[in-house]
């Protein structure tokens, strides 16, 4: 379904407001000895100083000077549309009126110029809002603090000492001391005690304690 265009009032008579004034501006200019494009410039160069200062005037409420090129621009468009209206005589223009349309040119670039190069006003910085200050607390301890524990004295290690190395033992010596003790267990039909064995060798407690470690003897 197609939308439906909606015509706003305003809008309407702003056009139609827009398009008198700029005929007005055009038929005076033409009156005044500016024929050709140079009559349609005008209107033109009328209305963009306008618009230009009102731009201006957004921004800047208190800037003079936008406020005096608006004056001047809606004097010239205004002035237009009174003068043709019968009070003015459009075949024989006053000299004076000749030398004002010749001269706005000039006249409107100089407005556009400043209005669009003048610097922006400075922001207002923002009065700084005094804070009161934070009353001051003398803070006094009536207790004395604990003193610190005594450091627990720790007990030194004693190192573990350190294993003694089983010597050696040769095979020979292991051979025949499993020989002596396979034939006390067939004799006696019980294992061979570890001294009986280091009595039968001879041997240092070592040795003997090696032997007996390694055939398992009590």
Not at 16 to 21: E, H, Y
């Amino acid at each position: 379904m197609p939308r439906s265009i909606r015509v706003d009032a305003v809008l309407v008579q702003a056009v139609i407001a827009g398009a008198l004034s700029f005929a007005h501006l055009h038929d005076l200019a033409e009156a005044a000895g500016q024929t050709g494009w140079k009559a349609w410039a005008y209107p033109i160069s009328v209305d963009l100083l306008l618009v230009a200062a009102w731009r201006r005037l957004r921004t800047a409420r208190q800037d003079k000077a936008a406020w005096t090129w608006f004056v001047i621009a809606l004097v010239a468009s205004l002035g237009a549309n009174i003068a043709t209206a019968g009070l003015l005589d459009l075949k024989h223009v006053p000299a004076w009126l000749c030398i004002v349309v010749a001269g706005w040119p000039a006249l409107a670039f100089l407005g556009g110029t400043l209005l669009v190069h003048a610097p922006a006003e400075p922001a207002v910085p923002a009065q700084a809002v005094d804070e009161p200050a934070a009353p001051e607390v003398d803070v006094h301890r009536t207790d004395e603090p604990a003193s610190a524990p005594a450091p627990v004295p720790v007990p030194e290690l004693t190192p573990a000492p350190a294993p003694v190395d089983a010597p050696a033992v040769p095979a020979a010596l292991l051979d025949h001391a499993r020989k002596l003790a396979d034939a006390h267990h067939a004799s006696t039909g019980s294992p061979m005690p570890a001294d009986v064995l280091s009595a039968r060798l001879g041997l240092p407690a070592p040795m003997t304690d090696a032997i007996a470690a390694q055939l398992q003897l009590t």
